[in-house]
């Protein structure tokens, strides 16, 4: 049973930028996201910034 509460629609996709500690930052993905795309738990994602948006794609080690 999940007991996590659920935001409403319109602030489905705001998320808070969190800090684990030291000199890293994190956000936690929608989890529609996550599925639609069908990313699993533990998998290597490359982070890339254009302008002032950050690009989330999976990695591919064939592509250089």
């Not at 509460?5 to 000199?23: A, F, Y």
């Amino acid at each position: 049973t999940c007991l996590m509460s659920r935001r409403p629609n319109k602030e489905k996709n705001i998320r808070i930028l969190n800090t684990t500690g030291g000199s890293s930052y994190f956000i936690t993905l929608p989890i529609d996201f996550v599925e639609k795309l069908n990313w699993q738990k533990g998998q290597k994602l490359v982070v890339t910034q254009s302008g002032k948006k950050l690009i989330i794609t999976e990695w591919n080690p064939d592509k250089k």
